[in-house]
């Protein structure tokens, strides 16, 4: 069993800097890749950032150049530092991590609660 717990969140003003992150704990192989979804209200989730285990990043065009994704692959934990952020940053962010739980056993994908991003004056 895989748990993702995320920290940060809260609210913050536009061209404010927030930081979050996920430690991934529990039947932990290996991990291909970690990153952070969110999900605007009334919208679909989408993808924001991932860092693979290779330090490979990939960003969402709305977010590359003010968002940093990065990782602590001994403590399985992954970071986002948000930076001038938007309202339109507003949403859920959910951690999300592809565990490999036995070297037996392939990757699935586990996420976290998510935890609410709030970015108004």
């Known amino acids: 069993q895989v748990q993702l717990v995320e920290s940060g969140g809260g609210l913050v003003q536009p061209g404010g800097s927030l930081g979050l992150s996920c430690a991934a704990s529990g039947s932990i192989f290996s991990i291909s890749y970690m990153g952070w979804y969110r999900q605007p209200p009334g919208m679909q989730r989408e993808l924001v950032a991932r860092i693979f285990n290779s330090a490979y990043t990939h960003y969402a065009d709305s977010v590359k150049g003010r968002f940093t994704i990065s990782r602590d692959n001994a403590k399985n934990t992954v970071y986002l530092q948000m930076n001038s952020l938007k309202p339109e940053d507003t949403a859920v962010y959910y951690c999300?991590?592809?565990?490999?739980?036995?070297?037996?056993?392939?990757?699935?994908?586990?996420w976290g609660q998510g935890t609410q991003v709030s970015v108004s004056s």
């Open positions: 999300n991590a592809n565990v490999q739980t036995l070297p037996t056993m392939r990757n699935d994908d586990y």
